[in-house]
């Protein structure tokens, strides 16, 4: 089935440690997006790439970096977790950054502790 | 400042009709989205307004009007399968995604 794939489901991760979410597509969508999701808060946009070989900064990027070597796989790092970045994280991707009908990932909960 | 506002909650009855509303601020619009968020699932795509007036699509419609800021998602013969979250977006100038933090549906039998 094609679509975004998102690795791992869930994590535990103790304060201090580096960690690598995974996201791959294979729709052969030019952007891509990590977003975070807390309650009572919208998804929160944190690194972009509108096309392989280009990424930008959202709005709550500090603490995750982000790379895009080619156009289906997009990660997301955490060079050292905090217990503030326990949420939720969603990968999107969209045909271009000026089309709609983003298509999600299936996400993946992280809890630092 | 960009800001998106829609109601935390909302309840209503199995085949009744339910009303989401959503009002923005952002810098510059290219377009108002709603999706549908099930629990501990990913947000799907329900519906894309860029110009004033109403979309419909099914049991689903959305209705614009970018002079107020405001939007609203309409559900009709609301079955229980609906429950879930519904989450209003603007895309801005950079045609980036602003989204509110979602508005809550439970259906009652």
């Known amino acids: 089935t094609a679509g975004i794939t998102q690795a791992p489901t869930s994590q535990i991760l103790a304060a201090g440690r580096s960690m690598t979410l995974r996201c791959t597509q294979d729709?052969?969508?030019?952007?891509m997006y990590w977003y975070r999701q807390d309650l009572g808060l919208g998804l929160r946009l944190i690194h972009y790439s509108n096309t392989a070989g280009t990424t930008g900064k959202g709005e709550v990027p500090d603490g995750y970096s982000v790379s895009r070597a080619n156009t289906d796989d997009f990660p997301l790092t955490l060079a050292s977790a905090v217990p503030s970045q326990t949420s939720v994280y969603f990968c999107?991707?969209?045909?271009?950054?000026?089309?709609?009908?983003?298509?999600f990932g299936s996400g993946t909960r992280l809890t630092v502790v | 400042g960009q800001n998106i506002d829609q109601p935390t909650e909302m309840t209503a009855t199995e085949g009744a009709i339910v009303q989401i509303n959503c009002t923005y601020q952002?810098?510059?619009?290219?377009?108002l989205f709603w999706y549908q968020q099930h629990a501990g699932e990913a947000p799907t795509f329900l519906s894309y307004?860029?110009l004033d007036g109403l979309e419909e699509k099914g049991r689903f419609s959305s209705f614009l009007s970018r002079s107020k800021g405001y939007s609203y998602l309409l559900l009709k013969e609301l079955q229980m399968k609906d429950s879930a979250s519904y989450l209003c977006?603007?895309?801005?100038?950079?045609?980036?995604?602003?989204w509110g933090a979602g508005t809550k549906l439970i259906i009652k039998p």
């Open positions: 729709m052969r969508h030019n952007a």
């Open positions: 952002t810098s510059g619009f290219n377009g």
């Open positions: 307004n860029v």
């Open positions: 977006a603007t895309m801005d100038s950079n045609y980036q995604l602003i």
């Open positions: 999107a991707s969209s045909e271009g950054p000026e089309t709609y009908g983003y298509t």
